[in-house]
Nanobody, 118 residues
Framework: QLQLVESGGGSVQAGGSLRLSCLHS?????VGWFRQAPGKEREGVAE????????NYADSVKGRFTISRDVAKNAVYLQMDLLESEDTAMYYC??????????????WGQGTQVTVSS
């Protein structure tokens, strides 16, 4: 059974950085990072094809976040720099979709909380 486990969340001041990790228990075609703030819908942040390395980013994080993969370790990372208070949310990784569409991804991790204070 495919499992995804996120880690690396925490509290940081605006302008700071965090690196999230997503460990997956089997080979995947793609992994996406999503986030959900209180009272808001879940939104796609970044995604990566584990075969080609192709990436997509939401406009709100372009130039600040970087998604990467380590195929040998079954891991996907989200490096988050220049964090803003608007980035505060629960972050989830998910498997198997594309297009930063929540409905396209079928398997989800439990989430890791990111809190950015201004």
């Amino acid at each position: 059974q495919l499992q995804l486990v996120e880690s690396g969340g925490g509290s940081v001041q605006a302008g700071g950085s965090l690196r999230l990790s997503c460990l997956h228990s089997a080979y995947l075609a793609s992994v996406g990072w999503f986030r959900q703030a209180p009272g808001k819908e879940r939104e796609g942040v970044a995604e990566i094809s584990l075969r080609s390395g192709s990436t997509n980013y939401a406009d709100s994080v372009k130039g600040r976040f970087t998604i990467s993969r380590d195929v040998a370790k079954n891991a996907v990372y989200l490096q988050m720099d220049l964090l803003e208070s608007e980035d505060t949310a629960m972050y989830y990784c998910a498997a198997g979709g594309w297009g930063l569409l929540t409905a396209a991804y079928g398997v989800w991790g439990q989430g890791t909380q990111v809190t950015v204070s201004s």
